[in-house]
């Protein structure tokens, strides 16, 4: 018999901390994504991250993301905003990547739902602080950085990104290809940016093909 419901992937996580702790355990995270689905009407699967922390795109979550971008699931559900992410910036790129891709995307302790108008209204909100978190640490950042030139320090950090990864940007744009295209090719594709996580932003491959046009301009 077919079941019409919709397929919602529950996601659960708990760090090597939090283990001994029931409240935040992966049972009692996997009975309230259940109690949920009842009440939804949603058909749910659940995948697990034990042990791990939410400060990168853990096995499990990823395994969520893949399924959800091939179109095998109609949403991602967590308890708590932190089960899937420690940082809003995060989460929000998830917010983004479930727009895009167009599924659901519910987190149960903040109201976030993307299948309803209240709940969409809060996931742009949440969107509003990022964008307005990111700004603050650009301003502070561009200030550390004046402050530490004018002293004389050297600036500059080394390159977190794989060699493969990064000769194919190269290549990439050197057929003409802009950094927006590059970025969204790279997302697509789930390839891991320099922060460990399947999101590509634009600032980010500008800044490795500028590094790379300094270095050849220096060599």
Not at 22 to 30: F, I
Not at 85 to 102: C, D, N, P, Y
Request: glycine share 6%; with cysteine.
């Amino acid at each position: 018999m077919n079941d019409d419901r919709p397929l919602m992937l529950g996601y659960v996580r708990v760090s090597t901390e939090e283990q001994t702790d029931s409240r935040l355990g992966l049972q009692a995270q996997e009975a309230a994504l259940v109690a949920e689905a009842d009440r939804r009407g949603w058909a749910l699967t659940i995948l697990r991250d034990e042990g791990l922390s939410g400060s990168q795109v853990n096995p499990g979550l990823r395994d969520a993301l893949e399924q959800l971008a091939a179109g095998l699931a109609d949403g991602l559900v967590v308890t708590k905003l932190d089960r899937m992410s420690r940082s809003l910036l995060h989460a929000v790129e998830i917010m983004e990547r479930a727009r895009r891709q167009q599924w659901s995307l519910v987190m149960l302790d903040i109201q976030v739902d993307t299948t309803t108008a209240s709940g969409e209204a809060m996931a742009n909100m949440l969107a509003t602080f990022a964008q307005f978190e990111r700004r603050l640490i650009g301003e502070r950042t561009k200030a550390a950085l004046a402050a530490k030139k004018a002293q004389g320090v050297a600036l500059g950090r080394p390159r977190q990104m794989p060699t493969a990864v990064a000769r194919r940007i190269v290549a990439m744009r050197t057929t003409g290809q802009t950094y927006g295209a590059i970025a969204r090719t790279l997302t697509d594709e789930q390839v891991l940016s320099p922060a460990g996580r399947p999101i590509w932003h634009e600032s980010t491959v500008r800044r490795f093909c500028k590094s790379v046009e300094l270095a050849k301009a220096d060599a």
